[in-house]
């Protein structure tokens, strides 16, 4: 505002001027010197000379200044708009552009929540993850001590945990003679053998000492075998009694005859109500391999079973004589060293000193309950269980059965030592 006064100024001062130039008369030409007004400032004509004279740089300078204000006032007013527009701009941006940012921003807000939310579930997963791991570390650091523990008992040697006695002799009696007290497995080696074998002694406490032969208790085992497994033996020896074996051909061949004092061979039986027989055979001998291990004895010396193996006839037409088992070769079923056409032995699948075939068979096929029928014995109908038919029919499986043999004088011996006699003995005999 001030700047724009500036030309009026001016403009008054110049007419001023010229009017007191006008009202007094005076111009360059006519202007007489007034001596009081002269002398102390210029005249009127002075001034207007002077005004005259630097009038044109003034209106120049004045004009220089105006198009500057112009220019200035111009940049204002431009200033002016712009902030107006920005202003506006401003407005107008917050007024449109407020809902879309805050939309933005609540958002972003959300999304942020989510994704800490997220975080915190993911933390919980990854700690959750971390015990998972640390319990399997220590899981398989256990199974390491484990493995290390098995790989260091691994490199010992295997130890044979079972009880085997130190004692030993040609025979279970000779064991109990050089002192053993207790039952269980004993190295033997017979006269004729050419290497010590495992056998079960049965040892009372009369000093007896029984080497036992077969064993059958609880089905267990499957006496279904060939030639050579029952010349080599099957089953298992334990040292409590408690498994299915038959000892072996072989192995009863050279126990049977290795010395000059007859063994006798004590058959016990149980049937499927817990009643107990026995049968005593003196002079029992197997022969060698070569006789087929033929079954010899003398005679029925004592018991309440029965003499089954002296045979019985089970029809009038059938004489015991082909039921009888003293002199009979063994058989398997895949050697028929019997008195019948066909294979007695194949037909039952067992193995036993047939005729045709028996009236005793300890190691026919197991059932469980004791009586069985033609049917239950499969396809070949006959009576194939585990019989002693001076006891039980020979449709009546027994439930145990033990063969075992010793020496004949150790039994007259007990017998002689027992005053009881004979009684007392065959009350062991139950043992
Ligand atoms: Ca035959």
Same mark, same amino acid.
């Given at each position: 505002?001030?700047?724009?006064?500036l030309?009026?100024?001016?403009?008054?001062?110049?007419?001023?001027?010229?009017?007191?130039?006008?009202?007094?008369?005076?111009?360059?030409?006519?202007?007489?010197?007034?001596?009081?007004?002269?002398?102390?400032?210029?005249?009127?004509?002075?001034?207007?000379d002077? &005004? +005259?004279?630097?009038?044109?740089?003034?209106?120049?300078?004045?004009?220089?200044?105006? *198009? =500057?204000? $112009?220019?200035? /006032?111009?940049?204002?007013?431009?200033?002016?708009?712009?902030?107006?527009?920005?202003?506006?701009?401003?407005t107008?941006?917050?007024?449109?552009?407020?809902?879309?940012?805050?939309?933005?921003?609540?958002?972003? &807000? +959300?999304?942020?929540?989510?994704?800490?939310?997220s975080?915190?579930?993911q933390?919980? *997963? =990854?700690? $959750?993850?971390? /015990?998972?791991?640390?319990?399997?570390?220590?899981?398989?650091?256990?199974?390491?001590?484990?493995?290390i523990?098995l790989?260091?008992?691994?490199?010992?040697?295997?130890?044979?945990?079972?009880?085997?006695?130190?004692?030993?002799?040609?025979?279970?009696?000779?064991?109990?003679?050089?002192?053993?007290?207790?039952?269980?497995?004993?190295?033997?080696?017979?006269?004729?053998?050419?290497?010590?074998?495992?056998?079960?002694?049965?040892?009372?406490?009369f000093?007896?000492?029984?080497?036992?032969?077969?064993?059958r208790r609880?089905?267990?085992?499957?006496?279904?075998?060939?030639?050579?497994?029952?010349?080599?033996?099957?089953?298992?020896?334990?040292?409590?009694?408690?498994?299915?074996?038959?000892?072996?051909?072989?192995?009863?061949?050279?126990?049977?005859?290795?010395?000059?004092?007859?063994?006798?061979?004590?058959?016990?039986?149980?049937?499927?109500?817990?009643n107990?027989?026995?049968?005593?055979?003196?002079?029992?001998?197997?022969?060698?391999?070569?006789?087929?291990?033929?079954?010899?004895?003398?005679?029925?010396?004592?018991?309440?079973?029965?003499?089954?193996?002296d045979?019985?006839?089970?029809?009038?037409?059938?004489d015991k004589?082909?039921?009888?088992?003293?002199?009979?070769?063994?058989?398997?079923?895949?050697?028929?060293?019997d008195?019948y056409?066909?294979?007695?032995?194949?037909?039952?699948?067992?193995?036993?000193?047939?005729?045709?075939?028996?009236?005793?068979?300890?190691?026919?096929?197991?059932?469980?309950?004791?009586?069985?029928?033609?049917?239950?014995?499969?396809?070949?109908?006959?009576?194939?269980?585990?019989?002693?038919?001076t006891w039980?029919?020979?449709?009546?499986?027994?439930?145990?059965?033990?063969?075992?043999?010793?020496?004949?004088?150790?039994?007259?011996?007990?017998?002689?030592?027992?005053?009881?006699?004979?009684k007392?003995?065959?009350g062991?005999?139950?043992i």
């Amino acid at each position: 505002m001030a700047l724009s006064l500036l030309p009026t100024v001016a403009g008054f001062v110049f007419l001023a001027c010229v009017t007191l130039a006008q009202q007094r008369g005076d111009n360059t030409e006519t202007c007489t010197q007034d001596n009081a007004f002269g002398k102390y400032c210029p005249t009127t004509c002075g001034v207007a000379d002077y &005004l +005259n004279r630097y009038q044109p740089a003034l209106n120049k300078d004045l004009n220089d200044m105006e *198009q =500057i204000l $112009n220019r200035i /006032a111009n940049d204002t007013a431009g200033a002016a708009e712009k902030v107006t527009y920005m202003k506006d701009s401003a407005t107008q941006q917050k007024k449109s552009g407020s809902d879309v940012y805050y939309k933005k921003s609540s958002d972003m &807000l +959300n999304e942020v929540t989510r994704f800490e939310k997220s975080i915190v579930e993911q933390e919980s *997963q =990854i700690n $959750n993850l971390q /015990a998972v791991l640390e319990s399997n570390e220590k899981r398989m650091l256990d199974l390491k001590q484990m493995s290390i523990q098995l790989e260091q008992k691994c490199k010992e040697p295997c130890k044979d945990t079972v009880d085997i006695k130190t004692v030993t002799g040609k025979d279970c009696q000779d064991v109990a003679n050089k002192g053993a007290k207790t039952s269980g497995l004993y190295y033997v080696k017979p006269l004729k053998a050419t290497q010590q074998f495992l056998v079960y002694c049965e040892i009372d406490s009369f000093g007896r000492g029984f080497t036992v032969l077969q064993r059958r208790r609880d089905g267990s085992v499957d006496f279904n075998k060939n030639w050579v497994q029952y010349k080599e033996g099957f089953g298992y020896l334990s040292p409590g009694d408690t498994t299915e074996f038959w000892l072996g051909n072989e192995k009863i061949h050279l126990l049977s005859t290795q010395g000059t004092i007859p063994y006798v061979l004590r058959i016990q039986l149980t049937d499927w109500d817990g009643n107990k027989k026995f049968a005593d055979y003196t002079m029992f001998k197997v022969g060698p391999e070569a006789d087929m291990y033929r079954l010899t004895y003398g005679y029925y010396l004592d018991g309440d079973a029965g003499d089954a193996f002296d045979g019985v006839a089970f029809k009038e037409h059938v004489d015991k004589y082909h039921t009888a088992h003293n002199g009979m070769q063994f058989s398997t079923p895949d050697k028929d060293n019997d008195k019948y056409s066909g294979s007695c032995a194949l037909q039952e699948g067992t193995g036993w000193w047939m005729n045709r075939c028996h009236a005793a068979q300890l190691n026919g096929k197991y059932y469980q309950g004791g009586k069985y029928s033609v049917k239950d014995s499969g396809e070949s109908g006959y009576d194939n269980g585990i019989i002693w038919t001076t006891w039980q029919t020979r449709w009546y499986s027994l439930k145990e059965t033990t063969m075992k043999i010793i020496p004949l004088n150790r039994l007259t011996i007990v017998e002689g030592q027992q005053t009881g006699g004979v009684k007392q003995l065959q009350g062991l005999g139950d043992i």
